[in-house]
């Protein structure tokens, strides 16, 4: 496999970071917009485009639910995290990046819709959160690439709180989202690794043989 050259790859990535970090500014100014919106008509939004738990109407909402919230504390505890894990999830490329958000945002919405209580409206953001968050921490294993995996490590450490939250204990939370969101996150480390080229053997030169010489 070709590599390119380092300084050109550098410049390469650090064009990627660009663009991933325009990609998570418009992803948070536009859960902000609708947060606005739905705050203005009492939170109906979300109680209309959330995830209803088996109701087969309501599997479109998948789509729809990590853009709702039920509250400014609700979408301000979600902000931060989901900036800071967008971006690094981003950051290798925004055209990988769309895949496996879009990976989690299935198979967190379709973990809730089938294992949430009854009579329940799932939304919010907090299972895209937790799926860029086991996306970053496996990463770097399936990729195998040491900086990725330093960074997918000091997550893991600096947030190890978050692993406390996949079921947590408290009523009103949909811990749902967020192990199925951690799941898909972890399936699209694999699904979407880098598929490097193994090398090509070189075939060996053909041995030439001689005739003994003859004696004259």
Known sequence: MNRLPRGVEAEELLAEARKALWVMVGFLAVVWIVQIINWVDDYQLSFDYGIRAREVSSLPEIIT???????????????GPLFIFGFLAAYR???????????????????????????????????????????IIVRGLFDRRPIDLVIGLVM?????????????????????????????????????????????????????????????
Not at 74 to 79: A, D, V
Not at 94 to 113: D, E, N, Y
Not at 193 to 215: H, I, M
């Open 93 to 135: 490329g925004v055209k990988r990046f769309l895949g496996v958000t879009l990976l989690i945002v299935i198979g967190s919405g379709l973990g809730a819709w089938f294992t949430a209580a009854d009579n329940t409206v799932g939304a919010g953001a907090s299972g895209v959160v937790f799926g860029y968050f086991g996306y």
């Open 65 to 79: 639910a990590p853009f709702l919230h039920f509250s400014w504390s609700h979408i301000e505890s979600n902000s």
């Open 156 to 216: 893991a450490l600096c947030f190890a709180y978050q692993f406390s939250l996949l079921i947590p204990a408290g009523e009103g939370i949909g811990w749902q989202a967020h192990l199925f969101g951690f799941i898909a996150g972890v399936l699209g480390g694999w699904f979407f690794r880098d598929r490097r080229a193994k090398p090509v053997a070189q075939p060996e030169p053909p041995t030439t043989l001689l005739d003994n010489p003859t004696e004259s």
